[in-house]
Nanobody
Framework: VQLQASGGGLVQAGGSLRLSCAAS????????VGWFRQAPGKDREFVAA????????YYADSVKGRFTISRDNAKSTVYLQMNSLKPEDTAVYYC????????????????WGQGTQVTVSS
């Protein structure tokens, strides 16, 4: 599966953005999907994950209550709705997919998108 992340940009603190992760290839519904982010000089960080069917979701504590992950398997797309953005949310955001992995371990995901930059100004 090939992934393409989009939707990043520059937003003021308190604002919102919606990221999209579009997949090409067959059987997108057989992949769990995660969102991760990496700020300059920092390690890659887990943000959120969603199960194949969309029935299960999992969030990092730092984004819980502000971010929502969802998916539309008919469109082969996973979304990350980000509300109440903070300057510390500034990072490159990546989506990743895997048939087996569901959770926060980035090294367990086999397929990665190219990343989209999110910048939150104070």
């Amino acid at each position: 599966v090939q992934l393409q992340a989009s939707g990043g940009g520059l937003v003021q603190a308190g604002g919102s953005l919606r990221l999209s992760c579009a997949a090409s290839g067959r059987a997108f519904s057989s992949y769990n999907v995660g969102w991760f982010r990496q700020a300059p000089g920092k390690d890659r960080e887990f943000v959120a994950a969603i199960t194949r069917s969309g029935s299960g979701t999992y969030y990092a504590d730092s984004v819980k209550g502000r971010f929502t992950i969802s998916r539309d398997n008919a469109k082969s797309t996973v979304y990350l709705q980000m509300n109440s953005l903070k300057p510390e949310d500034t990072a490159v955001y990546y989506c990743a997919a895997d048939r087996g992995t569901y959770g926060s371990s980035w090294y367990s995901y086999d397929y990665w998108g190219q990343g989209t930059q999110v910048t939150v100004s104070s």
